[in-house]
């Protein structure tokens, strides 16, 4: 083979693995310019990817911020006082002494201790209404009381009765209309129900403050499940709920098991406070989960004169404050029908009876026999 042919093939194979290595290059710098398109795309999402996290995370806390409970606005601003009675009975021989003496007679001596509260509640262990009363007879148990109390009361500083006692269906339905209508005319409030069926509770507003009350009658019907449920159901629309039972056995100095068991009941559904009425004597304290049981306040306004104890009651002052709730314990007697606020040997007799027999710590009995004890809010 000549040299020119030699030549001729070593350009053409230089000319054919230039050509080649050209296409390579070329065929390749497509797929780079994709390749970091591609890079770019995967850091430009995964960027992207980071700021979604961060605003899902804003919006999920948002989310998650609007949907918890309403939060009650229970900030105590000042003091509030609630100041409860036991058992009140207006008619009988204490209706006789108010239409000979007046009402301003029978309620002389307590007006110091109605001051400055702003809730007063009572047990209203009858019906008011336009009917006849009964014969006066000691024996009688069917109560109506005269309306024209209504206004005195009103004007004393009650605000509050329940209605969950054994006496409220005395004159039947027509004394219940009738009760109802004569209280909505002083703006009185109630709550409770003979069979523990409607209208079983009443929240008061004070200020931003929210008080539950809701009443039980256990002799018509002993299951709770109705008041129980009514607790559960208030208790996101309260702040301080109360439970006011007319339960027990009448003239018995201590609690029963029964007693207990339902006020444990209402403590758990979420109860702040359980204040007994309708045994006609004061039966002892129990503190309960950091819950206060008044098992039985006594009478306040009745005419059982036949024993000391029938005539003798506590009413209580329960003062709420932001951490703290104070139960003042104010002794009563009845002397000729006229309760009088106990003083010296007849308040410390009392008191000291109440804490020596209250299922409490030794601490709170002290705080007892003082006249008042303290719990956490």
Same mark, same amino acid.
């Given at each position: 083979?000549?040299?020119?042919?030699?030549?001729?093939?070593?350009?053409?194979?230089?000319?054919?693995?230039?050509?080649?290595?050209? !296409?390579?290059?070329?065929?390749?710098?497509?797929?780079?310019?994709?390749?970091? +398109?591609?890079?770019?795309?995967?850091?430009?999402?995964?960027?992207?990817?980071?700021?979604?996290?961060?605003?899902?995370?804003?919006?999920?806390?948002?989310?998650?911020?609007?949907?918890?409970?309403?939060?009650?606005?229970?900030?105590?601003?000042?003091?509030?006082? &609630?100041?409860?009675?036991?058992?009140?009975?207006?008619?009988?021989?204490?209706?006789?002494?108010?239409?000979?003496?007046?009402?301003?007679?029978?309620?002389?001596?307590?007006? @110091?201790?109605?001051?400055?509260?702003?809730? !007063?509640?009572?047990?209203?262990?009858?019906?008011?209404?336009?009917?006849?009363?009964?014969?006066?007879?000691?024996?009688?148990?069917?109560?109506?009381?005269?309306?024209?109390?209504?206004?005195?009361?009103?004007?004393?500083?009650?605000?509050?009765?329940?209605?969950?006692?054994?006496?409220?269906?005395?004159?039947?339905?027509?004394?219940?209309?009738?009760? #109802?209508?004569?209280?909505?005319?002083?703006?009185?409030?109630?709550?409770?129900?003979?069979?523990?069926?409607?209208?079983?509770?009443?929240?008061?507003?004070?200020?931003?403050?929210?008080?539950?009350?809701?009443?039980?009658?256990?002799?018509?019907? @002993?299951?709770?499940?109705?008041?129980?449920?009514?607790? #559960?159901?208030?208790?996101? #629309?309260?702040?301080?709920?109360?439970?006011?039972?007319?339960?027990?056995?009448?003239?018995?100095?201590?609690?029963?098991?029964?007693?207990?068991?339902?006020?444990?009941?209402?403590?758990?559904?979420?109860?702040?406070?359980?204040?007994?009425?309708? @045994?006609?004597?004061?039966?002892? &304290?129990?503190?309960?989960?950091?819950?206060?049981?008044?098992?039985?306040?006594?009478?306040?306004?009745?005419?059982?004169?036949?024993?000391? +104890?029938?005539?003798?009651?506590?009413?209580?002052?329960? #003062?709420?404050?932001?951490?703290? $709730?104070?139960?003042?314990?104010?002794?009563?007697?009845?002397?000729?029908?006229? @309760?009088?606020?106990?003083? +010296?040997?007849?308040?410390?007799?009392?008191?000291? +009876?109440?804490?020596?027999?209250?299922?409490?710590?030794?601490? &709170?009995?002290?705080? $007892?026999?003082?006249?008042?004890?303290?719990?956490?809010?």
């Amino acid at each position: 083979m000549s040299k020119s042919k030699i030549y001729l093939l070593i350009f053409s194979l230089f000319f054919i693995i230039s050509l080649f290595f050209a !296409i390579l290059y070329y065929s390749q710098k497509p797929i780079d310019n994709t390749a970091n +398109n591609s890079i770019s795309s995967v850091e430009e999402k995964s960027n992207s990817d980071i700021i979604l996290d961060d605003n899902s995370k804003d919006k999920k806390s948002a989310q998650d911020s609007n949907t918890q409970p309403e939060e009650l606005d229970n900030k105590i601003d000042k003091p509030i006082n &609630i100041l409860s009675f036991g058992d009140m009975m207006l008619d009988r021989y204490i209706r006789k002494f108010i239409d000979n003496n007046g009402a301003t007679a029978l309620f002389a001596n307590i007006p @110091p201790i109605l001051k400055d509260k702003d809730m !007063i509640v009572a047990n209203l262990e009858g019906s008011i209404t336009n009917f006849n009363p009964k014969p006066l007879d000691p024996n009688n148990v069917s109560f109506t009381f005269d309306p024209k109390i209504v206004p005195e009361l009103k004007k004393l500083g009650f605000t509050h009765f329940s209605l969950a006692n054994n006496h409220s269906l005395d004159f039947g339905a027509e004394g219940v209309r009738q009760t #109802k209508e004569f209280l909505d005319k002083e703006n009185l409030k109630y709550f409770g129900d003979y069979k523990n069926k409607t209208s079983l509770s009443y929240i008061e507003s004070i200020e931003n403050f929210k008080v539950g009350l809701i009443g039980y009658h256990e002799l018509f019907n @002993p299951d709770t499940t109705s008041v129980v449920n009514e607790i #559960k159901n208030i208790r996101d #629309k309260t702040d301080f709920i109360i439970v006011y039972p007319h339960w027990g056995a009448e003239y018995k100095t201590n609690f029963s098991k029964s007693q207990q068991d339902k006020a444990y009941k209402f403590i758990d559904a979420g109860a702040d406070a359980v204040l007994g009425a309708h @045994p006609h004597v004061i039966q002892p &304290i129990e503190i309960y989960k950091d819950k206060v049981i008044f098992y039985s306040l006594g009478n306040f306004i009745f005419d059982q004169t036949f024993s000391k +104890n029938t005539q003798q009651g506590l009413a209580v002052n329960i #003062k709420l404050e932001n951490e703290n $709730i104070n139960y003042e314990i104010i002794t009563l007697e009845s002397r000729n029908l006229i @309760p009088y606020i106990l003083s +010296n040997s007849g308040r410390e007799t009392i008191l000291s +009876n109440i804490a020596n027999n209250s299922t409490v710590s030794e601490e &709170i009995k002290t705080q $007892i026999k003082s006249g008042s004890f303290d719990l956490n809010r």
